[in-house]
C-alpha cells in the first residue's frame, strides 16, 4: 500500500466554506460524490414507497390505503428508482471514476457536468410534489400508458409534474453523456490508446452513446402526452386521428435502451472488481468490449418485445433479437467467470457482492429469455413473473453491483476503509431479503397474478407468497440499516486506505486517497489496461 | 511508483490538451460536445417525425377530410424556407470570415445571418396567427397537433440559435474572437445549420410531401 | 508483495452450511404446512405432495385450450434449457469460488491469462445455436396460437372491456353481425370443442384479457379491435350444464379497480352451449320491459353505488319475510346489481344488473335468520354484510 506525498508545490485551493465549496464545485471527483449521495436519497425514497406496496399486498384486502394511493406507491416507487436511483448512481460512479481512470484531470465540460448533477434534485422534488397537488402523484405505473395517462381519467397536475420532471432529468442524462463521450476520446492521459481504456470506461462510453440517441426520444414523447393533456392535442387519442399505442413505441424505443443504460456501468464495476480480487487480468478483453457494444447495438432492435400482447408489432423480427441479445451477455459472464479461473480469490466485500450480482443476474437474465418466446410472454405478461425479472436484473444485477461499486471506492473516495464485517452483514441480510421478496413472484405470475393490482381475492392463492415477500422486502431494508451504519463510522473512524489498497490494476490507484484536486502529481508509463500493475510488478504485462 | 515517471509531461501531450484547441489535432472540445448535442436534438425531432409518420399511415386519408387546404407554399411558409437557407450561407461566410481573421467580415455576414434568422421567427409567427384564424388549431385533430407540435419546437429551436448568434455577435464585435481563438463562433454555426437541416426537413414533409386517398 | 490475510471461513464451507439451511428451512415450512392430527406415518406422502405442488409452481397451469397447451410445451422446453444453462453456469462460478481461493502459500501471482480467442468463438456460437433453436420452435408455436380461420359452428363474441367490468356481447355468425344476445354478468360462456372467435373492444382505456389457465392474454386497445380464436379442449370439460369454470381478469393498468376487473369463463359441452344460448335469447325477448319498481313488499332497505363502491357496508332485515332493496346505481355507463349469498356461499337472490345512473327496485324473498354477504356480481370488491334477524 504505497502512499504518494503531494509535491510541495501542488496549489491549494482555499474555499470559503466547505458548503459553499460543494455547491459551486465543479469538480468531477465532488460532483460524483454528488451524484451517489442524492441517488442513495431516492433509493430510500423509493425502498419507502415500495415497503407500502408491499405492506399493503401483505394480505388480501385493503387494509392501509385506497387503491388511488396504492398506484401512485408503485408508480412513484418505480420512477424514483429507475430515473432517480439506478441511472443517476452509475452516472455518479462514472463520473467519479472515467477522468481518473484515463489519466485526466477533470472531465471536458466541468460547469456542464455541475449543471447536469443539480438538475436532479430539482427533478426529484418535482416529481415527489405530485403527492402534494389535487389527484395525487403520477399513478399510471411508470410506463404511463395514454389514454388513461391522459386528462380524461387523470386529470390531476401530478402527471404534469412527472412529465416535467422526467423532461429534466432525461436533460440531464443527455448532457452527462456528451460529457463523458468528449471526455472519453479527448481527455486520455498518453499511451492510453482506447483499447487501453478499463472496461468501465467502455462500459460509459456506450452507455453514453445509448443516452444520446434514446433519450430524446422519450422527451419527444413526453412533449407528446403533456400537449395531449393540457392543450387539446390528439397524438394518442384515436377520436382525434391519433394513435394508442403510438405512446408504447416512442416510450419504450428510449426505455429499452434504458435498461441498458442501467446495467452497462454495473457490469464495468464488476469487470474492475473480479480482476483485482483473482489476482489475474479480465479473461477476453476484447470479446468484452465487443459484447458491449453488441448489446448496446442490438439493444435499440428490441423495443416492441414490452408490446407483444398490442396485436400491433411485428413479432418474429423482434423475438429474434430479444433471443440474440442474450448471445453477447452470455459471453460476458463466461468470460468473468473464467477471470476467476486459476485466479487468487480473496473474499473482501467488493467480491462478495460481485458473486451475489453474477448468481442474481444468471437469473434475471435466464428468466428474461422466457418471455422472448412469444407464445410464454402472452402467458406471462403484465404478471409478478415479469416483476420477478426486472428486480433479478436491477436489484440482483445493478443494485449488488452499486454496492460492489461502493466497497470497492469508497476508500479512494474518502481515504478510508468500509467496515468489512458490517458489509458481509449487510449482504447476508440483502441475499435472504432480496431472494425472499422476489423468487415468489415467479411462482406468483405463473399462476396468475397480474401487477400493479392493489388488492386480490383471498380465493386466488396468493396470500401465502405475498406475505413471504413482504417479509423479504422488510429483511431487505434491515439489511440497508448496516450500511448507513458503516459509512457513518467509517467516515469518522475507518482505517486510513493509502493510495491502492487493493492492490488494484487502474489509474484512480496510482494518486492519493482522495486524489487532489487536479488528479494526478504524475501518472505512471501507460502501456496495457492495468497500469499500475505493470508498475507495481515492473514490468509491462500487455497489448 | 517507478522512479522514472516523476518528470511532469511534456505540454503537447498534456492531459488538458483537449481544451480549447487541441494541439494534437482534430476538433477542439466545444465543437465536440456541440456535435454530440446536435446528435441529441436530432433523436428528439427523429421521434416528433416517427410518431407524424404514424399518424398519418394509420389515417383513411391525409391531410384529414376538412384539412385538406390550409398549408401552402405561398406566400409565407416557402419564402420562410429560402430566408432560412440563405441565412445558412451567410453563417457559413461568416465563419470563414473569422478563420481568415477577417473580424469585419465576420461581424456583418453573422449580423445578417440574424437579421434573417429573426425575419424567419416573424413570418413563421405570422403564418400562426393566419392558420390559426382560419380554424386550423392545436386541438384541430391529429393534423393541427402535428403541424403545430413539429413546426413549434422548431420555431423554439431556431429563437434558441437566435439567442446564441446574438451573444456569438456581441462577443465578436467586442473583439473576442480572431482565427486561432473561435469556437464558440464554429459550435454556434453548426447549431444554426442544423436548424436550417431540420426545416428542410420539416417542410419537405409537411408542406410538400403528396397527401394519401383512402389509405391506411 | 502483500502476504494474504489470515483466511477466514473457507467458501466451501459457507455455501455448505448455507445450502443445508436453507434446505432446512424449506423443509420445515413444509413440514409445518401438513394439518394438524396427520398421522405420523402420513407425513412422507404428504411431503411429496407438497413437493409435487411446489414442483408445479414453476409451471404454468394446466392449459384447458389446444392453442394453451402448445404454449405449456414450449415453456416446458425452455424450461429445460434454461434449467440446464443454470447449473453449468451457476455449477461454474460455485467451483471457481470454492477452488480458486487464495490460500497462504500463494505469495506468487497466478498464471496472467489474458484470453482465448477459440473459447470466445465456441461461447459465442453454442448460445447463438441455442438461441436460434428457441426462437424457431417459439415461432411455431406462435403460428398455432394465433392462428385465425373461420371455421364452421365458430362462436363470434364481442368482449367489451370497460372501468371496470366485463360484458361480453354474443354476435351472429352471418354477415350482419348482429348482436344476439348482451351478457351483462361478467361471465363469457363458451362451447368446448368449437373455435371461439373473439373480439375485444374497449370505450375507454387500454385493458387486458387475460385467462391464466388458457396460458393468453390480448390487450383491448381502444380505436382497434384485436381479434383471436381459441379452443377449449374439451376434455377439460365435464358433462352437464355446469361445465368448468375459469378465473380471467383484467391485466393492463386500467385506474384505481383494475384489481377488480374480475370475470370467468365457462365451457360447456356444444350441446349445453347451444341450450343456454338459446335460452338467454328466449329470456331476454321475454322479459317485460323493466319497470321502475313493483310495488315494494314490507321494509324498503336503501342502497346506492358510485364509484365501484357501495354507500353502506351493513344492512339488517327482518327475518322469515321479504323485503325490498331499493337500489341507485350512480356510476354513469358502469353496469351494478345486488345479489345476496348465505353463510355457505349460496346465491339466495340475484338482482337485475344494469348500468347507471338508474335505479331498480329489488323484491327479495323472505330469508331465514343468520349472517348474508350482499355484493355486486360485477365487481367482486363491492361487498357488504346483511345480518338477517
Same mark, same amino acid.
Given at each position: 500500500m504505497a502512499t504518494t506525498a503531494l509535491d510541495h508545490a501542488a496549489p491549494r485551493y482555499r474555499t470559503r466554506s466547505a458548503l459553499y465549496d460543494w455547491l459551486t464545485t465543479t469538480d468531477h471527483k465532488k460532483i460524483g460524490i454528488m451524484y451517489v449521495i442524492n441517488s442513495f436519497i431516492f433509493f430510500f425514497i423509493g425502498g419507502l414507497l415500495a415497503l407500502g406496496v408491499r405492506a399493503e399486498l401483505a394480505?388480501?384486502?385493503?387494509?392501509?390505503?385506497d387503491e388511488s394511493t396504492y398506484n401512485q406507491l408503485f408508480t412513484m416507487h418505480a420512477s424514483a428508482m429507475l430515473f432517480l436511483f439506478v441511472i443517476p448512481m452509475l452516472a455518479g460512479f462514472g463520473n467519479y471514476a472515467v477522468p481518473l481512470m484515463i489519466g485526466a484531470?477533470?472531465?471536458?465540460?466541468p460547469r456542464i457536468n455541475a449543471l447536469s448533477f443539480w438538475m436532479l434534485p430539482l427533478g426529484g422534488i418535482l416529481i415527489c410534489s405530485g403527492f402534494l397537488?389535487?389527484?395525487?402523484?403520477?399513478?399510471?405505473?411508470?410506463?404511463?400508458?395514454p389514454p388513461l395517462s391522459g386528462a380524461a381519467f387523470n386529470p390531476g397536475s401530478g402527471t404534469d409534474l412527472w412529465l416535467m420532471a422526467v423532461t429534466l432529468i432525461g436533460t440531464s442524462s443527455i448532457l452527462g453523456a456528451v460529457n463523458f463521450i468528449a471526455t472519453i476520446f479527448?481527455?486520455?492521459?498518453?499511451?492510453?490508446?482506447l483499447f487501453r481504456m478499463p472496461i468501465m470506461v467502455w462500459t460509459m462510453l456506450v452507455t453514453s452513446v445509448l443516452v444520446l440517441l434514446a433519450t430524446p426520444v422519450l422527451t419527444s414523447g413526453l412533449m407528446m402526452l403533456f400537449i395531449d393533456r393540457?392543450?387539446?392535442?390528439?397524438?394518442?387519442?384515436p377520436a382525434s386521428g391519433?394513435?394508442?399505442?403510438l405512446w408504447q413505441n416512442i416510450f419504450w424505443f428510449y426505455s429499452h435502451p434504458a435498461v441498458y443504460i442501467m446495467i452497462l456501468p454495473a457490469m464495468g464495476i464488476i469487470s474492475e472488481v473480479l480482476p483485482v480480487f483473482s489476482r489475474?487480468?479480465?479473461?477476453g478483453y476484447k470479446a468484452f468490449i465487443f459484447a458491449t457494444a453488441a448489446i448496446g447495438a442490438l439493444?435499440?432492435?428490441?423495443?416492441a418485445h414490452h408490446m407483444?400482447?398490442?396485436?400491433?408489432?411485428?413479432?418474429p423480427f423482434f423475438s429474434l433479437m430479444t433471443f440474440l441479445i442474450a448471445v453477447p451477455t452470455g459471453v460476458k459472464m463466461f468470460n468473468w467467470i473464467a477471470t476467476m479461473y486459476k485466479g487468487q480469490l480473496t473474499f473482501q466485500t467488493p467480491l462478495i457482492y460481485s458473486l451475489g450480482f453474477l448468481t442474481m443476474f444468471l437469473i434475471g437474465g435466464i428468466n428474461g429469455a422466457f418471455h422472448a418466446a412469444v407464445p410464454v410472454d402472452f402467458a406471462?405478461?403484465?404478471?409478478y413473473y415479469v416483476v420477478a425479472h426486472i428486480h433479478y436484473v436491477l436489484f440482483g444485477g445493478s443494485v449488488f453491483a452499486v454496492f460492489a461499486g461502493i466497497f470497492y471506492w469508497f476508500p479512494k473516495m474518502t481515504g478510508r476503509m468500509l467496515n468489512e464485517t458490517l458489509g458481509k452483514v449487510q449482504f447476508v441480510l440483502l441475499f435472504i431479503g432480496f431472494n425472499l421478496t422476489f423468487f415468489p413472484m415467479h411462482q406468483l405470475g405463473l399462476s396468475g397474478m397480474p401487477r400493479r393490482i392493489a388488492d386480490y381475492s383471498?380465493?386466488?392463492?396468493?396470500t401465502d407468497l405475498n406475505l413471504v415477500a413482504t417479509i423479504g422486502g422488510f429483511i431487505i431494508a434491515i439489511g440497508l440499516l448496516p450500511f448507513l451504519f458503516n459509512v457513518f463510522i467509517s467516515l469518522r473512524n475507518g482505517k486510513p486506505a493509502g493510495d491502492d489498497p487493493w492492490e488494484?490494476?487502474?489509474?484512480?490507484?496510482?494518486?492519493?486517497?482522495?486524489?487532489?484536486p487536479y488528479n494526478f502529481d504524475h501518472l505512471p508509463e501507460i502501456r496495457s489496461e492495468r497500469p499500475v500493475f505493470d508498475a507495481r510488478h515492473g514490468a509491462a504485462t500487455g497489448h | 511508483m517507478t522512479a522514472d515517471s516523476q518528470a511532469l509531461t511534456p505540454v503537447e501531450h498534456s492531459?488538458?490538451?483537449?481544451?480549447?484547441?487541441d494541439a494534437r489535432g482534430g476538433i477542439s472540445n466545444p465543437v465536440l460536445g456541440m456535435l454530440l448535442f446536435l446528435v441529441s436534438e436530432v433523436m428528439f425531432f427523429a421521434g416528433l417525425f416517427a410518431a407524424y409518420f404514424n399518424v398519418r399511415a394509420a389515417a383513411?386519408?391525409?391531410?384529414p377530410a376538412g384539412y385538406q387546404?390550409?398549408?401552402?407554399?405561398?406566400?409565407l411558409a416557402g419564402p420562410a424556407t429560402a430566408i432560412l437557407v440563405l441565412s445558412s450561407f451567410t453563417c457559413q461566410f461568416a465563419v470563414w470570415a473569422i478563420r481568415r481573421d477577417d473580424r469585419a467580415g465576420f461581424v456583418r455576414n453573422l449580423t445578417v445571418t440574424l437579421a434573417l434568422g429573426i425575419v424567419f421567427l416573424i413570418i413563421q409567427g405570422t403564418d400562426y396567427i393566419v392558420l390559426w384564424t382560419e380554424g386550423l388549431t392545436l386541438d384541430s385533430g391529429i393534423y393541427g397537433t402535428t403541424f403545430y407540435t413539429m413546426t413549434g419546437f422548431h420555431g423554439a429551436h431556431v429563437l434558441g440559435g437566435v439567442i446564441m448568434l446574438s451573444v456569438v455577435l456581441y462577443r465578436g464585435m467586442v473583439g473576442q474572437f480572431s482565427a486561432r481563438h473561435h469556437d464558440a463562433v464554429e459550435a454556434a454555426s453548426l447549431y444554426w445549420h442544423f436548424v436550417d437541416v431540420v426545416w428542410i426537413a420539416l417542410f419537405t414533409t409537411l408542406y410538400l410531401l403528396p397527401g394519401t386517398q383512402g389509405g391506411g | 508483495m502483500t502476504t494474504p490475510r489470515?483466511?477466514?471461513?473457507?467458501p466451501a464451507l459457507v455455501l455448505l452450511i448455507s445450502a443445508v439451511a436453507t434446505a432446512a428451512v424449506f423443509l420445515g415450512i413444509l413440514v409445518l404446512q401438513v394439518?394438524?392430527? &396427520?398421522?405420523?406415518?402420513d407425513y412422507p406422502s404428504q411431503i411429496s405432495d407438497q413437493l409435487a405442488n411446489v414442483w408445479a409452481s414453476f409451471f404454468p397451469p394446466v392449459a384447458t385450450t389446444e392453442q394453451g397447451r402448445r404454449t405449456h410445451d414450449l415453456y416446458t422446453l425452455v424450461f429445460i434449457i434454461a434449467a440446464f444453462v443454470f447449473i453449468l453456469v451457476e455449477g461454474l462460478i460455485v467451483f471457481a469460488v470454492v477452488r480458486y481461493r487464495r490460500k497462504p502459500t500463494d505469495t506468487e501471482l497466478p498464471p496472467q491469462i489474458h484470453g482465448n480467442n477459440a473459447l470466445e468463438i465456441l461461447w459465442t456460437a453454442i448460445p447463438t445455436a441455442i438461441v436460434a433453436l428457441l426462437f424457431v420452435l417459439s415461432w411455431q408455436t406462435l403460428n398455432v396460437v394465433d392462428a385465425r380461420e373461420a371455421s364452421p359452428g365458430e362462436v363470434r363474441i364481442q368482449a367489451t372491456a370497460a372501468r371496470f367490468q366485463w360484458t361480453f356481447q354474443y354476435i351472429s355468425?352471418?354477415?350482419?353481425? &348482429?348482436?344476439?344476445y348482451d351478457q351483462l354478468t361478467p361471465e363469457m360462456v363458451v362451447p368446448a370443442g368449437r373455435t371461439v372467435h373473439l373480439a375485444l373492444y374497449s370505450p375507454d382505456v387500454i385493458h387486458a384479457f387475460y385467462v391464466p389457465q388458457f396460458l393468453f392474454k390480448r390487450d383491448v386497445v381502444p380505436g382497434k379491435l384485436n381479434v383471436f380464436d381459441f379452443n377449449v379442449d374439451p376434455a377439460m370439460v365435464p358433462p352437464g350444464p355446469e361445465g368448468a369454470t375459469f378465473k380471467g381478469q383484467c391485466?393492463?393498468?386500467?385506474?384505481?379497480?383494475h384489481w377488480a376487473m374480475q370475470f370467468t369463463v365457462r365451457a360447456l359441452e356444444p350441446k349445453e352451449f347451444d341450450a343456454w344460448l338459446q335460452a338467454q335469447i328466449d329470456a331476454q325477448s321475454a322479459?317485460?320491459?323493466?319497470?321502475?319498481?313493483?310495488?315494494?313488499?314490507g321494509v324498503v332497505l336503501e342502497l346506492s353505488a358510485k364509484e365501484i363502491a357501495y354507500d353502506k357496508t351493513t344492512l339488517e332485515a327482518p327475518a322469515d319475510e321479504p323485503f325490498a332493496i331499493k337500489f341507485s346505481?350512480?356510476?354513469?355507463?358502469v353496469t351494478h346489481n345486488v345479489a345476496i349469498r348465505d353463510a355457505s356461499g349460496t346465491e339466495a337472490f340475484t338482482g337485475e344488473i344494469f348500468p347507471g345512473v338508474d335505479s331498480r327496485t329489488y323484491a327479495v324473498p323472505a330469508l331465514p335468520a343468520g349472517s348474508y354477504t350482499f355484493l355486486c356480481t360485477v365487481h367482486p370488491n363491492m361487498t357488504g354484510t346483511l345480518t338477517v334477524k
Amino acid at each position: 500500500m504505497a502512499t504518494t506525498a503531494l509535491d510541495h508545490a501542488a496549489p491549494r485551493y482555499r474555499t470559503r466554506s466547505a458548503l459553499y465549496d460543494w455547491l459551486t464545485t465543479t469538480d468531477h471527483k465532488k460532483i460524483g460524490i454528488m451524484y451517489v449521495i442524492n441517488s442513495f436519497i431516492f433509493f430510500f425514497i423509493g425502498g419507502l414507497l415500495a415497503l407500502g406496496v408491499r405492506a399493503e399486498l401483505a394480505q388480501p384486502g385493503l387494509q392501509f390505503m385506497d387503491e388511488s394511493t396504492y398506484n401512485q406507491l408503485f408508480t412513484m416507487h418505480a420512477s424514483a428508482m429507475l430515473f432517480l436511483f439506478v441511472i443517476p448512481m452509475l452516472a455518479g460512479f462514472g463520473n467519479y471514476a472515467v477522468p481518473l481512470m484515463i489519466g485526466a484531470p477533470d472531465m471536458a465540460f466541468p460547469r456542464i457536468n455541475a449543471l447536469s448533477f443539480w438538475m436532479l434534485p430539482l427533478g426529484g422534488i418535482l416529481i415527489c410534489s405530485g403527492f402534494l397537488v389535487g389527484g395525487g402523484a403520477a399513478q399510471s405505473g411508470w410506463t404511463e400508458y395514454p389514454p388513461l395517462s391522459g386528462a380524461a381519467f387523470n386529470p390531476g397536475s401530478g402527471t404534469d409534474l412527472w412529465l416535467m420532471a422526467v423532461t429534466l432529468i432525461g436533460t440531464s442524462s443527455i448532457l452527462g453523456a456528451v460529457n463523458f463521450i468528449a471526455t472519453i476520446f479527448k481527455m486520455r492521459a498518453p499511451g492510453m490508446t482506447l483499447f487501453r481504456m478499463p472496461i468501465m470506461v467502455w462500459t460509459m462510453l456506450v452507455t453514453s452513446v445509448l443516452v444520446l440517441l434514446a433519450t430524446p426520444v422519450l422527451t419527444s414523447g413526453l412533449m407528446m402526452l403533456f400537449i395531449d393533456r393540457n392543450y387539446g392535442g390528439g397524438f394518442f387519442d384515436p377520436a382525434s386521428g391519433g394513435v394508442v399505442v403510438l405512446w408504447q413505441n416512442i416510450f419504450w424505443f428510449y426505455s429499452h435502451p434504458a435498461v441498458y443504460i442501467m446495467i452497462l456501468p454495473a457490469m464495468g464495476i464488476i469487470s474492475e472488481v473480479l480482476p483485482v480480487f483473482s489476482r489475474k487480468p479480465l479473461f477476453g478483453y476484447k470479446a468484452f468490449i465487443f459484447a458491449t457494444a453488441a448489446i448496446g447495438a442490438l439493444g435499440f432492435s428490441v423495443w416492441a418485445h414490452h408490446m407483444f400482447t398490442t396485436g400491433q408489432v411485428f413479432l418474429p423480427f423482434f423475438s429474434l433479437m430479444t433471443f440474440l441479445i442474450a448471445v453477447p451477455t452470455g459471453v460476458k459472464m463466461f468470460n468473468w467467470i473464467a477471470t476467476m479461473y486459476k485466479g487468487q480469490l480473496t473474499f473482501q466485500t467488493p467480491l462478495i457482492y460481485s458473486l451475489g450480482f453474477l448468481t442474481m443476474f444468471l437469473i434475471g437474465g435466464i428468466n428474461g429469455a422466457f418471455h422472448a418466446a412469444v407464445p410464454v410472454d402472452f402467458a406471462l405478461h403484465d404478471t409478478y413473473y415479469v416483476v420477478a425479472h426486472i428486480h433479478y436484473v436491477l436489484f440482483g444485477g445493478s443494485v449488488f453491483a452499486v454496492f460492489a461499486g461502493i466497497f470497492y471506492w469508497f476508500p479512494k473516495m474518502t481515504g478510508r476503509m468500509l467496515n468489512e464485517t458490517l458489509g458481509k452483514v449487510q449482504f447476508v441480510l440483502l441475499f435472504i431479503g432480496f431472494n425472499l421478496t422476489f423468487f415468489p413472484m415467479h411462482q406468483l405470475g405463473l399462476s396468475g397474478m397480474p401487477r400493479r393490482i392493489a388488492d386480490y381475492s383471498s380465493s386466488a392463492g396468493w396470500t401465502d407468497l405475498n406475505l413471504v415477500a413482504t417479509i423479504g422486502g422488510f429483511i431487505i431494508a434491515i439489511g440497508l440499516l448496516p450500511f448507513l451504519f458503516n459509512v457513518f463510522i467509517s467516515l469518522r473512524n475507518g482505517k486510513p486506505a493509502g493510495d491502492d489498497p487493493w492492490e488494484a490494476n487502474t489509474l484512480e490507484w496510482a494518486t492519493t486517497s482522495p486524489p487532489p484536486p487536479y488528479n494526478f502529481d504524475h501518472l505512471p508509463e501507460i502501456r496495457s489496461e492495468r497500469p499500475v500493475f505493470d508498475a507495481r510488478h515492473g514490468a509491462a504485462t500487455g497489448h | 511508483m517507478t522512479a522514472d515517471s516523476q518528470a511532469l509531461t511534456p505540454v503537447e501531450h498534456s492531459p488538458v490538451s483537449g481544451l480549447a484547441h487541441d494541439a494534437r489535432g482534430g476538433i477542439s472540445n466545444p465543437v465536440l460536445g456541440m456535435l454530440l448535442f446536435l446528435v441529441s436534438e436530432v433523436m428528439f425531432f427523429a421521434g416528433l417525425f416517427a410518431a407524424y409518420f404514424n399518424v398519418r399511415a394509420a389515417a383513411p386519408e391525409w391531410p384529414p377530410a376538412g384539412y385538406q387546404d390550409f398549408l401552402h407554399v405561398l406566400p409565407l411558409a416557402g419564402p420562410a424556407t429560402a430566408i432560412l437557407v440563405l441565412s445558412s450561407f451567410t453563417c457559413q461566410f461568416a465563419v470563414w470570415a473569422i478563420r481568415r481573421d477577417d473580424r469585419a467580415g465576420f461581424v456583418r455576414n453573422l449580423t445578417v445571418t440574424l437579421a434573417l434568422g429573426i425575419v424567419f421567427l416573424i413570418i413563421q409567427g405570422t403564418d400562426y396567427i393566419v392558420l390559426w384564424t382560419e380554424g386550423l388549431t392545436l386541438d384541430s385533430g391529429i393534423y393541427g397537433t402535428t403541424f403545430y407540435t413539429m413546426t413549434g419546437f422548431h420555431g423554439a429551436h431556431v429563437l434558441g440559435g437566435v439567442i446564441m448568434l446574438s451573444v456569438v455577435l456581441y462577443r465578436g464585435m467586442v473583439g473576442q474572437f480572431s482565427a486561432r481563438h473561435h469556437d464558440a463562433v464554429e459550435a454556434a454555426s453548426l447549431y444554426w445549420h442544423f436548424v436550417d437541416v431540420v426545416w428542410i426537413a420539416l417542410f419537405t414533409t409537411l408542406y410538400l410531401l403528396p397527401g394519401t386517398q383512402g389509405g391506411g | 508483495m502483500t502476504t494474504p490475510r489470515r483466511s477466514g471461513p473457507s467458501p466451501a464451507l459457507v455455501l455448505l452450511i448455507s445450502a443445508v439451511a436453507t434446505a432446512a428451512v424449506f423443509l420445515g415450512i413444509l413440514v409445518l404446512q401438513v394439518p394438524a392430527g &396427520t398421522p405420523a406415518a402420513d407425513y412422507p406422502s404428504q411431503i411429496s405432495d407438497q413437493l409435487a405442488n411446489v414442483w408445479a409452481s414453476f409451471f404454468p397451469p394446466v392449459a384447458t385450450t389446444e392453442q394453451g397447451r402448445r404454449t405449456h410445451d414450449l415453456y416446458t422446453l425452455v424450461f429445460i434449457i434454461a434449467a440446464f444453462v443454470f447449473i453449468l453456469v451457476e455449477g461454474l462460478i460455485v467451483f471457481a469460488v470454492v477452488r480458486y481461493r487464495r490460500k497462504p502459500t500463494d505469495t506468487e501471482l497466478p498464471p496472467q491469462i489474458h484470453g482465448n480467442n477459440a473459447l470466445e468463438i465456441l461461447w459465442t456460437a453454442i448460445p447463438t445455436a441455442i438461441v436460434a433453436l428457441l426462437f424457431v420452435l417459439s415461432w411455431q408455436t406462435l403460428n398455432v396460437v394465433d392462428a385465425r380461420e373461420a371455421s364452421p359452428g365458430e362462436v363470434r363474441i364481442q368482449a367489451t372491456a370497460a372501468r371496470f367490468q366485463w360484458t361480453f356481447q354474443y354476435i351472429s355468425s352471418d354477415d350482419n353481425q &348482429t348482436v344476439v344476445y348482451d351478457q351483462l354478468t361478467p361471465e363469457m360462456v363458451v362451447p368446448a370443442g368449437r373455435t371461439v372467435h373473439l373480439a375485444l373492444y374497449s370505450p375507454d382505456v387500454i385493458h387486458a384479457f387475460y385467462v391464466p389457465q388458457f396460458l393468453f392474454k390480448r390487450d383491448v386497445v381502444p380505436g382497434k379491435l384485436n381479434v383471436f380464436d381459441f379452443n377449449v379442449d374439451p376434455a377439460m370439460v365435464p358433462p352437464g350444464p355446469e361445465g368448468a369454470t375459469f378465473k380471467g381478469q383484467c391485466a393492463e393498468l386500467c385506474g384505481a379497480q383494475h384489481w377488480a376487473m374480475q370475470f370467468t369463463v365457462r365451457a360447456l359441452e356444444p350441446k349445453e352451449f347451444d341450450a343456454w344460448l338459446q335460452a338467454q335469447i328466449d329470456a331476454q325477448s321475454a322479459k317485460p320491459s323493466p319497470a321502475a319498481s313493483g310495488a315494494p313488499t314490507g321494509v324498503v332497505l336503501e342502497l346506492s353505488a358510485k364509484e365501484i363502491a357501495y354507500d353502506k357496508t351493513t344492512l339488517e332485515a327482518p327475518a322469515d319475510e321479504p323485503f325490498a332493496i331499493k337500489f341507485s346505481n350512480n356510476d354513469a355507463g358502469v353496469t351494478h346489481n345486488v345479489a345476496i349469498r348465505d353463510a355457505s356461499g349460496t346465491e339466495a337472490f340475484t338482482g337485475e344488473i344494469f348500468p347507471g345512473v338508474d335505479s331498480r327496485t329489488y323484491a327479495v324473498p323472505a330469508l331465514p335468520a343468520g349472517s348474508y354477504t350482499f355484493l355486486c356480481t360485477v365487481h367482486p370488491n363491492m361487498t357488504g354484510t346483511l345480518t338477517v334477524k
